[in-house]
């Protein structure tokens, strides 16, 4: 089955971008000697550590925090696709086989680098793919992740910030430095020459991805030349709040602006907007993100 069986309402509320690992995975990533490796609650990661919440990955306190669709990935920033073929592989069956067994009101998107593994993901309903940014902006991008991206067909795929090192710093650097240099970086190497190569693929990129869309004017100022705006290239509001959302509303429009949080790592902001904006954001963006999808009510 590669849709859900729930019809969609214009009332449907989204936030597509959270993270729950289910226990297969947790168990996956318990098993291993290297990291990336839960030790009990804490994640080991090749240059930190993490104390882990475990409330934060329980499905019935999530569900009741809302909205109605809960798209929730695996997070690309610990590396799942650094690590060995068979390594990799076998992590993200683990994710494959709890998130998708979770149902409703959660919407998985699929990890790996494995188009037969990605393609039995979407058949058991995986909305999409997550990938990490840096995977976008080498030179060779997108012929090497031409198998990924041509499986994809018309769903989504999730742009996220892959791993960052940046040892010696307070925690508060990676996603405010790393994560958006990385999405920035990727926001413009989809820029040239992704969307020529895929033209049909839709795109989310986390966290409005990393302001990229703002530099506008500095392209065209170095000698970059705009095409039309293009509407099947989408952000989303993670970590963000009224101000930076409205500056890229003012060069995107309001129609490619989706709802995403963060959760557990961050808290979903409060936007200053009028109903009709919040509608777009909330409802009617990410149900166009993902048609011909049908999600879980």
């Known amino acids: 089955m590669n849709r859900f069986s729930e019809p969609l309402h214009d009332t449907v509320t989204y936030d597509l971008h959270q993270h729950l690992w289910p226990e297969p995975f947790l168990a996956a990533l318990r098993a291993r000697t290297a990291p ?8 080991e ?3 930190a550590a993490f104390a882990i919440d475990p409330d934060a990955h329980d499905p019935e306190q999530r569900t009741a925090m809302g909205p109605d669709v809960i798209g929730i990935g695996v997070s690309a920033a610990i590396g799942i696709d650094r690590l060995p073929a068979p390594e990799a592989a076998e992590l993200a069956a683990a994710w494959h086989e709890g998130a998708l067994a979770l149902g409703g009101p959660f919407a998985v998107w699929a990890t790996g680098r494995d188009p037969d593994a990605l393609r039995a993901a979407l058949d058991q309903g995986a909305i999409g793919l997550e990938l990490a940014a840096d995977a976008l902006v080498a030179p060779d991008a997108f012929d090497t992740l031409a198998p990924l991206l041509e499986t994809l067909g018309d769903r989504p795929l999730l742009v996220h910030p892959g791993p960052s090192a940046d040892p010696g710093r307070d925690a508060w650097w990676t996603p405010v430095v790393g994560y958006v240099s990385q999405l920035h970086a990727a926001w413009w190497a989809w820029a040239d020459g ?3 190569r895929f033209p ?3 795109v989310l990129f986390a966290a409005l991805a990393g302001l990229g869309p703002l530099h506008g004017e500095r392209f065209r100022a170095r000698g970059g030349r705009s095409g039309p705006m293009d509407p099947l290239t989408f952000v989303e509001t993670s970590s963000y709040g009224t101000q930076a959302v409205d500056a890229t509303v003012r060069v995107l429009g ?3 602006i989706c709802r995403g949080s963060d959760l557990p790592y961050a808290a979903p902001a409060a936007l200053a907007f009028d109903a009709a904006a919040l509608h777009a954001i909330d409802s009617a963006n990410p149900r166009r993100l993902l048609t011909p999808l049908e999600v879980p009510a």
């Open 194 to 196: 992704g969307r020529e």
């Open 254 to 256: 309001i129609d490619v």
């Open 45 to 47: 990661l090749v240059d």
């Open 36 to 43: 990336p490796r839960l030790d009990g609650w804490v994640l």
């Open 200 to 202: 049909q693929l839709p």
